[in-house]
């Protein structure tokens, strides 16, 4: 047998599997856990029974701007020990906070149900498990990356062609599975009462200084709420496509990074390091590449541009509608948030922003 040439490329090419991340369900947990050991077990008759504890003044009447000992430290804790932030996040309410209930039926939102809930009833779950679906419609995307990088890698241009038109055709499968949303949520009960509970400790009207968690820190901590910006797939798609982003947009988005489970968060910078798409393409004289490339930029503007419509519905207009209720009623928390995402941008200004900038990568005959 000859040895192996020493010209050979030894770049490592990309897998999932290194990052923590299904081939079947992306950022996903598969099968999470429905209970936790006995010994949890004070935790999770809590959980089961945050929606009763928190509508009867029982959870809040123990938790006024502090967070007790008792339950502060075995959250900071296990926090840490998954490398999360002690708040929580979308991989705490989406990416394992799923169940089917029937293992052997396809996976649709009839089919899902949610492990641990709060104040929201069905448009809480309808929220939750569409987000679980649009994740779950970014998998054939995240295989795309992976596919892509290593055609790069490779040298191979219908590889790469390929990857680009399966990763356009999962854009479109996101923005399509958004549109339930209508379908599953109330915006009335979104602003009033789920929002509430996304809206974190860190860039709030309602709580300023943040919260003290006993036994962790004397002075108040402050964490950002759950956010769409701390899903992993479009960080993924912008780094792969090299969409650049204003400098406060993309200081907010790489701060949720530190929201993501590290893996993930590994995942993004590994495609990040990789050799460049963009200039890959620049570099080349495929006119098919350059259309499918532009195709996918166009693609991801999509879900961007049909966010802004739901947070102008779920926000701005109920925001207004809850006015009209109750003009004479002192300021409560919802209307602390009233122009602000869960994650503390000034909502709309910020989805404009990286909505445009994304159009912005779009390759033009000049370039």
């Not at 999360?84 to 799923?98: A, E, G, K, R, Y």
């Not at 300021?331 to 922003?353: D, M, N, W």
Request: proline residues 8%; charged residues 20%; contains cysteine.
């Amino acid at each position: 047998m000859e040895p192996p040439s020493q010209n050979v490329k030894t770049t490592p090419l990309l897998s999932l599997g290194r990052f923590h991340i299904s081939e079947e369900y992306g950022f996903l947990l598969p099968n999470p856990l429905k209970e936790l050991p006995d010994h949890f077990r004070p935790w999770m008759e809590i959980a089961n029974e945050l929606p009763h504890l928190i509508e009867t003044q029982q959870l809040q009447a123990r938790v006024n701007k502090v967070l007790p000992r008792n339950l502060a430290l075995p959250l900071v804790e296990v926090s840490r020990n998954l490398g999360l932030p002690p708040i929580l996040v979308h991989s705490d309410l989406v990416l394992t906070n799923w169940t089917p209930r029937n293992p052997e039926r396809p996976m649709e939102i009839g089919n899902l149900d949610i492990i641990v809930s709060f104040p929201g009833g069905e448009s809480l779950r309808g929220f939750i498990l569409v987000t679980v679906l649009v994740e779950k419609a970014a998998v054939p995307g995240i295989k795309a990356l992976i596919q892509g990088v290593n055609a790069i890698l490779q040298h191979s241009q219908n590889s790469l062609l390929q990857a680009l038109q399966q990763l356009r055709l999962s854009i479109q499968d996101i923005t399509r599975t958004l549109g339930q949303m209508h379908d599953y949520v109330d915006p009335d009960i979104f602003y009033a009462v789920i929002r509430i509970f996304l809206s974190g400790w860190k860039d709030n009207p309602a709580m300023p200084v943040g919260l003290i968690y006993e036994g962790v820190s004397t002075a108040p901590l402050q964490y950002s709420g759950g956010s769409a910006a701390q899903s992993s797939v479009l960080h993924a798609f912008d780094e792969f496509l090299g969409v650049r982003h204003s400098k406060e947009s993309a200081d907010f988005l790489h701060r949720m990074r530190e929201y993501m489970p590290p893996s993930h968060k590994a995942f993004i910078e590994e495609i990040h390091s990789s050799p460049s798409l963009r200039d890959h393409i620049l570099s080349s004289a495929n006119v098919q590449l350059r259309t499918a490339y532009n195709q996918c930029v166009e693609a991801l503007a999509d879900p961007r541009s049909y966010h802004i419509a739901v947070v102008t519905k779920y926000l701005i207009t109920a925001a207004t509608k809850a006015k009209g209720r109750r003009p004479n009623r002192l300021p409560g928390p919802s209307q602390a948030l009233e122009e602000r995402g869960t994650g503390g941008t000034i909502v709309l200004s910020f989805l404009k922003s990286v909505r445009d900038k994304t159009l912005e990568a779009v390759l033009h005959q000049s370039d």
